[in-house]
C-alpha cells in the first residue's frame, strides 16, 4: 500500500519526526541523500510501518495522492536544491513541507514558485529539538489555509498536547510560520541569556553550583516554571565522569549560533521594533565567542572586587524577580514584533493562539505563556504586553527587586545585557518625558530638521536659528 507521509532527509530532527508520525499509526516513506543512512534507519527500526526508498522517483511513487512531502533538511541552498529534484516527480495538489529553520524570505519565495507549478507548499516551523521531535513538537506551520486543512489531522497527532490541546496552530499564510518560528527563537535566545545572567550572579555570589541547581530546580516548581528553567537545573547537577567535577564548569564559555537570533534583529531594525532584550542576547553569544580577545584584556582593563557574598541571602529572590521581569520584557518585546509584522504584511495572526501552541513541545514552553493567552483573548487589540493588568501588577510588585539586582551587578563589575536592556526598555517606555527634546533640538541645531513644541499643536514643525559654532 502507498504511505501517508513521506519525509526527506534522516539527520537527527528527520529521524525522530519519522518516528513519531510512524507511531501515530501512519505508513511513512524515508528518503536521504546516501541511502546508506536510509537503509540503516529503515534496518534500526524493525516491524515499523517504515518504506526505505533510495531514488527519489521510487520514493516519490510510493507515497498516496496528494503526497505529503516534509523536507528536514539544512536550511538554506539545501532546500532549493531538494525542491528542484522534487518539483519534475510531482502531480498537481501534492504538498511540500519545509520543516526546517529556514528564513522566512525563502518561504515567501519558494511558496510563489510552487504554487506557480501547481503544487501546494508549507513552511513550517518545528519546535523541540530531538526530543520534541520524537514525542511530540510545537509546529508552527504558514501556507494556504486549504492546505494546513490537509495537513491538520497529521501534524495534530503529531504535536505536543497541553490540556488536550496540540500544539500546533495554522499561524498564516506564506512566510508567517517560519516567521513566528524565528520569533520563537529571538525569545529562546533571551530566555536562555537571562538565565545566564542569573547563574552569573549566583556564582559571584559564592554559590555551589550544586546549590545553584537546587535554586533552579525550585523555581522550576513556581511561577518560573519552564522547559529551560528545568534544563538548567540538571545541567548543574551533571558531573564529569572523569574529574567528578561540576560539568558546566569545564564547558569552554564560548556560545554558537546558527542564525535565527540574528535575523530577529535585523527584521526588527527594518520594522523599527525595540527587541533590546533580544538583541542583549544575540550580542552576548558574539561577545562570549571573542575568548581569546577577553582573557587578553581582563588583566588590563580595571572593574571592581565583587563583593556579592555578601548579600548572598536575599539575592535568590530578588534574582528570580529580576530574571520573571526581564522575561516579561522580552515576551513584550517579541509580541510587539509579531504584531508589527503581522500588520504589515496582512497575516491575520492569533497572538493568543502562539502563545498557547508555544505552551508545549518547544524549547520556550512554559506555565507563564498561558498568561499571554489570557492577555490577547482578554484584549487582541492589546498595544503592549506590559499593559494586561496580570503583566503590570506583575512588573509593579517585582521591579524594586529588579533594579536592585542590576544596580548590584552593575557595582560589582557583573555584566547583566539582558537584565539591564529589559529594564532600561521598562523604565523608558513608562516615561512621560524622555529626553529627546535634547535630541531633537540637536537635529534642529546642525541639520534644521525642525522640532514640535509641548505648548503648541501636534503637528506643527518649528526651526530655530542657532547660534553659529566655530571650530
Ligand atoms: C528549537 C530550536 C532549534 C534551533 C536552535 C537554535 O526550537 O527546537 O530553536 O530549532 O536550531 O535551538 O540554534 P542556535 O542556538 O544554534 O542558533
Known amino acids: 500500500s502507498k504511505s ?45 510501518k517504515l518504506v526505505g526508498c533510495d531514488t527519489l522517483e521510487s520514493f516519490v511513487q510510493s507515497l498516496a495522492r496528494p503526497r505529503k512531502i516534509q523536507i528536514m533538511v539544512k536550511a538554506g541552498a539545501p532546500v532549493d536544491q531538494v525542491i528542484e529534484q522534487l518539483v519534475p516527480l510531482l502531480d498537481k495538489d501534492d504538498i511540500v513541507i519545509d520543516g526546517g529553520n529556514s528564513l522566512y524570505t525563502d518561504t515567501e519565495r519558494r511558496d510563489a514558485y510552487m504554487t506557480s507549478k501547481g503544487l501546494r507548499f508549507i513552511g513550517a516551523g518545528v519546535s523541540g529539538g530531538e526530543e520534541g521531535a520524537r514525542k511530540g513538537p510545537a509546529i508552527m506551520p504558514g501556507g494556504p489555509l486549504s492546505t494546513w486543512e490537509v495537513m491538520k489531522p497529521i501534524f495534530e497527532s503529531i504535536a505536543a498536547k497541553v490540556d488536550g490541546q496540540p500544539c500546533v496552530i495554522h499561524i498564516g499564510p506564506g ?10 527563537n529571538g525569545i529562546e535566545y533571551g530566555d536562555m541569556q537571562l538565565i545566564c545572567e542569573a547563574y552569573s550572579l549566583f556564582k559571584a555570589a559564592g554559590f555551589s553550583t550544586d546549590e545553584m541547581a537546587a535554586i533552579f530546580n525550585a523555581w522550576n ?3 518560573l516554571q519552564s522547559y529551560l528553567i528545568q534544563i538548567t537545573g540538571k545541567a548543574l547537577e551533571q558531573k564529569d565522569p572523569e574529574t567528578g567535577q561540576p560539568l558546566v564548569e569545564l564547558i569552554l564559555d564560548k556560545a554558537g549560533q546558527k542564525g535565527t537570533g540574528q535575523w530577529t534583529l535585523l527584521n526588527a531594525a527594518e520594522n523599527a521594533v525595540v527587541i533590546s532584550t533580544i538583541n542583549a542576547a544575540v550580542e552576548a553569544r558574539v561577545l562570549s565567542s571573542q575568548k581569546k580577545q577577553r582573557v587578553a584584556a581582563s588583566t588590563q582593563l580595571q572593574g571592581p572586587a565583587p563583593a556579592l557574598d555578601k548579600v548572598k541571602k536575599e539575592l535568590v529572590a530578588k534574582v528570580h524577580d529580576a530574571l520573571y521581569a526581564s522575561k516579561v520584557i522580552s515576551y513584550t518585546q517579541g509580541f510587539d514584533l509579531i504584531k508589527t509584522m503581522g500588520e504589515k504584511k496582512n497575516w491575520g495572526l492569533d497572538f493568543g493562539g502562539i502563545a498557547s501552541i508555544w505552551r508545549g513541545g518547544c524549547i520556550i514552553r512554559a506555565r507563564f505563556l498561558n498568561r499571554i493567552t489570557d492577555a490577547y483573548r482578554g484584549n487582541p487589540a492589546l498595544a503592549n504586553l506590559m499593559l494586561d493588568p496580570f503583566f503590570k501588577d506583575l512588573l509593579n510588585r517585582t521591579q524594586q527587586s529588579w533594579r536592585e539586582v542590576v544596580a548590584l551587578a552593575v557595582s560589582n563589575g557583573i555584566p547583566v545585557p539582558a537584565f539591564s536592556a529589559s529594564l532600561a526598555y521598562y523604565d523608558s517606555y513608562r516615561s512621560g518625558r524622555l529626553s529627546a527634546n535634547l535630541l531633537q533640538a540637536q537635529r534642529d541645531f546642525f541639520g534644521a530638521h525642525t522640532y514640535e513644541r509641548i505648548d503648541k499643536p501636534e503637528g506643527q514643525f518649528f526651526h530655530t536659528d542657532w547660534p553659529e559654532v566655530i571650530g
Open 4 to 48: 501517508d507521509f513521506g519525509l526527506i532527509g534522516l539527520a537527527v530532527m528527520g529521524q525522530n519526526l519519522v518516528l513519531n508520525v510512524e507511531s501515530r499509526g501512519f505508513q511513512v516513506s524515508v528518503y536521504n541523500r546516501t541511502s546508506a543512512v536510509t537503509d540503516g534507519f529503515v534496518a534500526a527500526h524493525p516491524g515499523k
Open 175 to 184: 512566510g508567517a510560520g517560519h516567521y513566528v518560528k524565528m520569533i520563537h
Open 221 to 223: 516548581e513556581g511561577e
